[in-house]
């Protein structure tokens, strides 16, 4: 039988995916930017006029559960997207390094609407664990254009045209506190990681979540954080399926001959322990 500190967590990773309720149906103004003019200028029209009767066009949703479970896609109503496998991933670690005393706070840089932080907040709240904090790194406006000279690996990136990857820390903040899990053991580091992570108040972790896309948010990340990561630690990589990242995560490993085995998590994600 489960005991209540799991179920509580079961309920929290089937909330953060939004997996509970049917994903309503999406309204068809969010895409117009992709239509023709003309199509354009007629959707946004009808949806004006269709405003005012407090009505609005609407598109069926063309995803799957699968494809949300295994964050696929870039969900509208869910608070993560990151699917169930690398939930459970968050937990594992988490859990383990609770088990076996390993000295270090939690962190995530890019978080895009807060779930995997909340979530890790959520474990810690579950356990009773006052001691340890969750850091939550993002710049809160996107993520950065591509610097080709010193990052020749994001020559081709489009990340920063992305806006519905750019979350404000107030609706961060507001995730967190309809959790009823914002409070002082919950910390923002708001920027650009080349700024932010170098001058962090942060003395050790236990895990170091990475989740910035692109090579330079993953090498900026992994250089002002990993040497700060307790042996036992975990360090995730939500992007490796990304060759941006993945190259990152290669020339770290390699410039600092880590030989940790990576572990897969699921068709994007892996993880090493320290």
Not at 172 to 190: C, I, P, T
Not at 207 to 224: C, H, N
Request: glycine share 8%.
């Amino acid at each position: 039988m489960k005991t209540v500190e799991k179920l509580y967590l079961e309920l929290l990773k089937d909330t953060l995916q939004f997996a509970l309720w049917p994903e309503p149906d999406v309204p068809v103004e969010l895409s117009n930017a992709s239509r023709g003019g003309l199509l354009r200028f007629l959707v946004n029209s009808a949806s004006k006029v269709l405003a005012l009767k407090k009505m609005k066009i609407v598109k069926a949703l063309e995803h799957s559960e699968k494809e949300v479970a295994e964050g696929r896609i870039w969900p509208r109503y869910a608070d993560t997207m990151i699917g169930r496998k690398r939930l459970e991933n968050i937990q594992y670690c988490v859990e383990t390094v609770l088990s076996e005393g390993v000295v270090g706070d939690l962190i995530e840089t890019g978080v895009w609407k807060g779930g995997a932080c909340i979530f890790m907040r959520g474990i810690l709240a579950a356990y009773g664990v006052g001691d340890r904090m969750v850091y939550v790194a993002d710049s809160f406006q996107g993520l950065p254009e591509p610097n080709p000279d010193r990052f020749p690996a994001d020559r081709e990136s489009a990340w920063h045209s992305h806006g519905v990857l750019a979350i404000s820390q107030a609706d961060v903040e507001n995730n967190f506190r309809r959790y009823g899990l914002l409070d002082d053991q919950v910390v923002f580091l708001k920027g650009w990681f080349k700024d932010t992570l170098p001058i962090a108040p942060i003395e050790r972790l236990a895990v170091l979540r990475l989740d910035g896309d692109m090579y330079e948010s993953t090498i900026d990340a992994l250089s002002w954080l990993y040497p700060k990561l307790s042996v036992g630690g975990f360090c995730i990589v939500d992007d490796y399926s990304l060759p941006e990242c993945r190259q990152a995560v290669a020339d770290y490993r390699s410039a600092n001959g880590i030989t940790c085995e990576m572990v897969e998590i699921d068709w994007t994600g892996l993880y090493w322990r320290k």
